[in-house]
């Protein structure tokens, strides 16, 4: 019994001894003949090029150009003015009269030149610093480039330019399709074409403190105040006003110099009759708006500080139900869009009967409702309406940067346009007034506490 048992044990330590060991160890070597990409140097490249397109943007451009085109026409006044005072010199005294606003017209403009020496220091240095880091940022970009070895951002670049030049060969061998409508109703200076600018762009002497207004000039100024600017701002919760503020010309709104200063329509704000909505106009030297919780336009006498009102049709929506708006906000208080042009002061609204599209009426002087228009386009689908030789145009929000004017309706001929493919290059997010002038065929925007006008363009 114990033979048996030792035999199979001895075979086991045989074949255990024969058995090759496992313990073995297997390496690679791998040779990458690249250089590690420097992600830190990426890095700050970006930084260095997010903090270029902070510091340099349009903004900063228009408001040079700004105080250029106000000092541009600030100093035919002042020669002006002189020469009003040369005519009154009698050989022994100056008109007393004459000589300060002689005076007021050289201290404006020495504000404006601070100003604008100010600015231009600020540019330079800017432009300076500016070009050191992008020559930096060159550099780095080029060592960057090194890394590329399978030329991925080359072709890229490369197929980019393809793709412009594809796309400009395109559309250069269509011939552009000549508009077969009917041409609209006489105006003095042709069929309106293309808004340019801005051509000014001012925070004026409130930046940044009121975000709804409205500003612009009288198309039909009392005599003297031919180069006088107004200006409506809402100081109650971007709501309400009760007060309308001048300035002698366009140089003195944009260094913020208010001559002869506010006109109170009432000490409270807000209250009955005062104003309510940015959409605010001033014309023949009276001021037209939203009265406060009405369905009506107030005409404010600036002479007389009278207020008559105008009540709209019955069912006229008004308080915030009927507003300008896009898909992400709607404007408080927009119910009621006065406008001016050549002929005089228009209302924009929508009422329950017509279903929220909008209505087009003419404000006869010195108060009542003429001739009435209904539109096909919607107001809520609409964030800003003007009108310009009788015809009413209407905008609406492409993105934060771009405005369409896309609608017209020609009050002669009733023909309406849903294509015009006009583009306004913004300088805020929302416009939340808009005005034409046609004393000097400007569009003059209320955007988020900043004054912005645009040229407009006829054929």
Known sequence: MKLHVIIPLCALLTLTQQTPSRDVNCRCELTHSEK??????????????????????????????????????????????????????????????????????????????????????????LTTNTTNELDDLRAEMQELETYDTMQVVKRQQDNQRLKRDLDKCMHGLQPTTQPT??????????????????????????PGSYAYGAWGRDPK???????????????????????????????????????????????????????????????????????????????????????TTLRLAKGTRFNSKGNFCHLDDCYLFTDLDLATDESGVWVIYTTTQDFGYM?????????????????????????????????????RYVNKDTEEIFYSFDTTTGVERFNLGIFINKMSPNIYSLNYSPVDQMLHAYCNSYMVSYKVLFL
């Open 36 to 125: 590690a990409f420097p992600h830190d140097k990426l890095s700050t490249a970006e930084d260095s090029a997010s903090k270029c397109n902070s510091n340099v943007t349009p903004q900063k451009t228009l408001e040079l150009e700004s105080l250029l085109l106000g000092l541009e026409r600030r100093v035919p006044q002042l020669q002006e003015d002189v020469s009003v005072l040369e005519r009154e010199d009698d050989g022994q005294l100056y008109s007393v009269l004459s000589l300060l606003v002689v005076e007021n017209e050289l201290l404006e403009i020495k504000q404006l030149i601070n100003r604008l020496n100010r600015t231009m220091l600020a540019h330079q240095w």
């Open 359 to 395: 209505v087009l009426s003419k404000v006869e002087e010195p108060l009542a409702l003429g001739q009435t228009w209904r539109t096909s386009v919607y107001k809520q689908g609409v964030t800003n309406t003007f009108m310009a030789c009788g015809v009413l145009y209407a905008t």
């Open 221 to 307: 100024p009392e005599a003297g105040k031919e180069n006088f600017y107004w200006m409506v701002v809402l100081t109650s919760g971007n709501k309400f006003s009760n007060y309308v503020r001048f300035y002698s010309s366009l140089s003195a709104l944009i260094v913020g110099v208010s001559t002869p200063g506010n006109i109170q329509i009432h000490s409270s704000n807000p209250t009955t009759n005062t104003i309510q909505g940015p959409n605010v106009v001033l014309y023949g030297g009276a001021l037209y708006y939203n009265c406060y919780n009405q369905d009506a336009v107030c005409r404010f006498n600036l002479t007389t500080k009278a207020v």
């Open 181 to 206: 409508q009917p041409p609209h109703g006489y105006c003095p200076h042709g069929q309106f074409r293309n808004v340019t600018g801005p051509r000014v762009y001012t925070a004026g002497e409130y």
